[in-house]
């Protein structure tokens, strides 16, 4: 699916995008591998996963601006699920269990997908 963050100003944004919506996903993927039986066991994957939020964080903001301006109902949405991911990984290392089980990961993720 292409995403549809296309603003008037070039194409930098719609490239943006989708590296976002692939990193989110690479992260989804790497935080469920962290998880066997209600228990993060693989630390590595967890911070991995950690480290691809913050980056798709950083990325999102060198367009959210833009987005704002143009469809901004998108933008909150974005915003949105980005905290609400920032806040599943709340440090380096991770809790004794899962502050929210992959399934809740993939929906956030979706909703990026969905409103980029």
Known sequence: MRSRLCLKTSAVPRIRAGRIVHTLETAAEEYEAAIVDNQIVEVVEYQDSRGFVQYADTLYQTIALALAQDRPADHAAIAQALAALRG?????????????????????????????
């Open 88 to 116: 599943i990984w709340p440090s380096v290392n991770p809790p004794a269990t899962p502050v929210a089980p992959p399934s809740e990961v993939y929906s956030l993720v979706s909703q990026v997908k969905l409103h980029s």
